[in-house]
């Protein structure tokens, strides 16, 4: 089974609603020239999501969440429910990002339900996994990720492990201008397949979309996409203007 190349912007909490407009409609008729191998996906502030989902014509590119919260209603204020996104006819939320584990303190139980509430709707979790320095340094990276994915996807059936994409993002390399370099980065993807594959099979393993995500940028994109398990990428600041986000695409 071929896998699918996937661009992803997280815009995190940049842009107002007018930038956000603009910047999809520069985008979108760049997007019709791709090839149908390619999937973009834009994770804006959840606030322009729905304004971003009505301009959005072309069937390469998805509007996704950054964020959800596991209760399909309730009294949890300032939270949005896997039943919302599915409202808006959204399909895709980022869950377990590097920034929720350590500045929120989402800790891997708080991401299995959320993995598990997105899919019990029918949508499509990217996964985030990844170590700090220090734990790279001590030579926990293998360790660390394994007990992230097996918490992540403990309740997780096969079936449902066709609509789950893992992004791979080292901690010290978001935002700092580092990056993993190409081994680096295709020996923890394939580790990755590997957890996969003994909690599920092989074929599940090797169908899995990895995405990698750590200061990506047009200069080290194309070495990093020549890697056998690295099937697309989650851009951060790389992916908040059209040229670079284009460039990047294009690789």
């Given amino acids: 089974m071929k896998r699918r190349k996937?661009?992803?912007?997280?815009?995190?909490m940049?842009?107002?609603?007018?930038?956000?407009i603009s910047f999809l409609e520069q985008l979108l008729p760049e997007v019709s020239k791709l090839n149908n191998h390619k999937e973009i996906i834009i994770?804006?502030?959840?606030l322009y999501a729905e304004s971003l989902q009505k301009i959005n014509n072309s069937s390469f590119l998805e509007i996704g969440l950054q964020n959800v919260y596991f209760e399909e209603e309730g009294a949890f204020t300032g939270e949005i429910s896997p039943k919302m996104i599915k409202g808006l006819g959204l399909n895709y939320v980022l869950v377990g990002h590097s920034e929720r584990r350590h500045l929120f303190g989402e800790s891997n139980q708080d991401i299995q339900k959320k993995v598990n509430s997105l899919l019990n709707f029918n949508l499509k979790p990217v996964l985030c996994v990844g170590e700090k320095i220090e734990q790279r340094e001590a030579g926990l990276t293998e360790k660390i990720i394994k007990e992230q994915l097996e918490t992540a996807l403990n309740k997780v059936q096969p079936s449902q492990l066709d609509d789950l994409i893992i992004a791979y993002e080292p901690v010290w390399a978001i935002g700092t201008g580092k990056v993993a370099t190409p081994e680096i980065a295709e020996e923890v993807h394939l580790n990755i397949r590997r957890i996969v594959k003994d909690l599920y099979t092989q074929e599940k393993a090797d169908s899995l979309i990895i995405l990698y995500g750590g200061s990506v940028k047009p200069e080290n994109v194309a070495s990093l996409n020549n890697q056998k398990n690295i099937d697309g990428f989650l851009i951060g600041g790389a992916s908040l203007k059209v040229d670079s986000f284009l460039e990047i695409i294009k690789k």
């Fill in 43 to 46: 994770f804006p502030p959840s």
């Fill in 6 to 12: 996937i661009y992803a912007a997280n815009w995190k």
């Fill in 14 to 20: 940049y842009k107002t609603d007018q930038e956000a």
